[in-house]
């Protein structure tokens, strides 16, 4: 991942666009962290009430393409997230502690990855990237693993890896971040749940009424 992103200009060495910016290398991944739930959020919340997605290119494609952006955001925001840490002195690995923070560093990230690809297997593409949003409606509630465990295994497995990564490389600073991610998560879903589900009701609504034409 850093060789790629190495090669977008203002990624380069992690310093073009926090100087430009004026802003340190902290403050701009904490900048990432806070645009990525607003960015989805906001533009799924605009293609379900303007249909523009739908109308252009499809539903499935225009989830497609948002899953992408999102996907590429991510990225973006995790390789900020490591140029913070790089500027950050390690300050929690104390004599004689090292072995175990880096251990519980280790457990918390494997966790967190299982929570998050185990979500994405169980959610497929249009479930994990707004789909629903596109129209594009599960027939049930996914109840399988991870979501027997969690019912936000994304959210909740992202934050795990962020502090796993704090916690390995012994940065303080990671802590801060990884909270961040925390509240940002925890305050997207407060629009998202209940705003999916107006999307399902709406659908169970409609689907009650053409069962009772039919009957009629």
């Not at 948002?66 to 913070?84: E, N, Q, S, Y």
């Not at 299982?114 to 169980?122: F, R, T």
């Amino acid at each position: 991942m850093e060789s790629i992103l190495s090669q977008i200009p203002f990624l380069n060495h992690g310093t073009e666009l926090h100087t430009v910016l004026g802003l340190s290398a902290t403050q701009l991944a904490a900048v990432s962290i806070a645009f990525n739930p607003i960015y989805w959020n906001v533009v799924a919340r605009t293609e379900h009430r303007t249909g523009l997605g739908r109308a252009t290119v499809g539903p499935k494609l225009g989830c497609y393409l948002l899953a992408v952006t999102i996907f590429t955001l991510g990225l973006v925001r995790d390789h900020l997230f490591l140029k913070a840490l790089d500027a950050w002195p390690v300050d929690l690995h104390g004599s004689g502690i090292k072995v175990y923070v880096q251990a519980a560093g280790v457990l918390s990230f494997v966790v967190g990855n299982i929570l998050v690809l185990s979500s994405m297997y169980a959610l497929g593409v249009t479930g994990t990237y707004l789909g629903d949003y596109f129209g594009i409606l599960m027939d049930a509630r996914v109840t399988q693993f991870p979501f027997d465990v969690t019912d936000n295994p994304m959210y909740h497995g992202s934050v795990l890896s962020f502090l796993g990564t704090s916690l390995w490389y012994g940065k303080s600073g990671g802590l801060w971040l990884t909270l961040e991610v925390l509240v940002m998560y925890l305050l997207a879903l407060r629009f998202e749940e209940p705003y999916t589900a107006e999307i399902y009701a709406a659908r169970d609504r409609r689907q009650k009424v053409g069962g009772a034409k039919k009957s009629s």
